[in-house]
């Protein structure tokens, strides 16, 4: 098991950027793929990134791709999704998550590991 805390949601412009943060506990964090996920209101959670353990695989949801980049620091326990040309449309709850490694999945039924979310709202 691992534990997972998002942090740098916030209010932003259309535009505009920001950069989330999710820090994982324990030892073992390099053996897990990281995804990240949102749900906007009265929608289902939905696939916006994911990396591989090793950092060498990266996968993006059409709607974010050229926007957004998924990078992890192993060192640092810790994922990062770096938003650019934020959109109204990215305004969700931002999820992180851990699955085991290899599968890289879109699905979040492939992870057992969640944060709590953070809340990104983008104004037009």
């Known amino acids: 098991q691992v534990q997972l805390v998002e942090s740098g949601g916030g209010l932003v412009q259309a535009g505009g950027s920001l950069r989330l943060s999710c820090a994982a506990s324990?030892?073992?964090?390099?053996?897990?793929?990281m995804g990240w996920f949102r749900q906007a209101p009265g929608k289902e959670r939905e696939f916006v990134a994911v990396?591989?353990?090793?950092?060498?695989?990266?996968y993006y949801a059409d709607s974010v791709k050229g926007r957004f980049t998924i990078s992890r620091d192993n060192a640092k326990n810790t994922v990062y999704l770096q938003m650019n040309s934020l959109k109204p449309e990215d305004t969700a709850v931002y999820y992180c998550?851990?699955?085991?490694?290899?599968?890289?999945?879109?699905?979040?039924?492939?992870?057992?590991?969640w944060g709590q979310g953070t809340q990104v709202t983008v104004s037009s």
């Open positions: 324990g030892r073992t964090f390099s053996s897990y793929d």
């Open positions: 990396i591989s353990w090793s950092g060498i695989r990266t």
């Open positions: 998550a851990a699955g085991p490694a290899g599968r890289a999945s879109p699905r979040p039924n492939s992870y057992n590991n």
